[in-house]
């Protein structure tokens, strides 16, 4: 109520003030016209005139309403907040609990794990072959008398024996044990392999005077002066009288 009473003077003050100044002009014309109007041109007195007429009509328009509720509650006029310039918001939080894609392995081609691995089917070779057919050619005699000096299935001496079946098999060998030793690649003993020559000095002096041919697991085949063309283990006797083998294939 008090604003109220407030405004209501200052509203009568602002109408009193250009009654009030129209009231002094006039009567200071009055009193001194000559005065005035000779250090007064006409625009100037016109100038006087517009701006007396254009006060009057203004005091005696009505004045617009104050709001009193503007008045005693101000509108907050505080801009919001904004974000500084150089904030950089921060990154999302991305979710790494996928499961990762496994990537498939190259497999090798066929081709080349067949080229790079040994076959386990690979053809015997063409020492084996030899050696087979050698050794199925000496048996076919098993039995055959002995003859001293013999080179054919009617009677074999040990080294008619085996010149004999090499011949048959393609391969020429000298005729008596001691020119045999003296061919082909010398083995150990425990590399023989089936095929070669196992040589023998029956008179124990170092001197080749026997041989036969080996046929594998510790045996061979020879003409033997007691019992013809038979098979002998390698045992304690034979290797009392070893002299050494050779590999003619």
Request: aromatic share 8%.
């Amino acid at each position: 109520m008090k604003k109220l009473n407030i405004l209501k003077n200052i509203k009568w003050s602002l109408l009193l003030i250009p009654v009030f100044t129209a009231f002094l002009f006039v009567t200071i014309i009055t009193a001194a016209p000559t005065t005035i109007t000779q250090k007064m041109n006409t625009q100037e007195i016109q100038t006087i005139a517009v701006v007396s007429a254009q006060a009057a009509k203004n005091d005696t328009e009505p004045q617009p309403k104050v709001d009193s509720q503007a008045v005693a509650s101000p509108v907050n006029t505080k801009s919001p907040s904004t974000t500084l310039p150089n904030s950089t918001p921060a990154p999302a939080k991305t979710n790494n609990t996928s499961t990762p894609v496994k990537k498939a392995q190259p497999q090798p081609s066929r081709s080349a794990s067949t080229s790079s691995t040994p076959s386990t089917t690979t053809a015997p070779s063409s020492q084996q072959t030899k050696a087979s057919a050698i050794i199925a050619t000496s048996k076919q005699y098993i039995g055959v008398k002995y003859v001293y000096g013999g080179t054919t299935p009617a009677g074999f001496d040990c080294s008619g024996f085996v010149k004999y079946v090499f011949a048959k098999n393609g391969i020429s060998l000298p005729r008596v044990s001691r020119d045999q030793f003296n061919v082909g690649t010398p083995v150990s003993f425990s590399n023989l392999r089936p095929g070669d020559l196992v040589f023998f000095s029956l008179a124990k002096n170092g001197v080749v005077d026997h041989e036969g041919i080996y046929v594998g697991n510790g045996q061979f085949i020879n003409a033997s002066s007691s019992k013809g063309v038979t098979i002998y283990t390698l045992g304690s006797y034979w290797k009392s009288v070893y002299v050494g083998a050779k590999r003619v294939l």
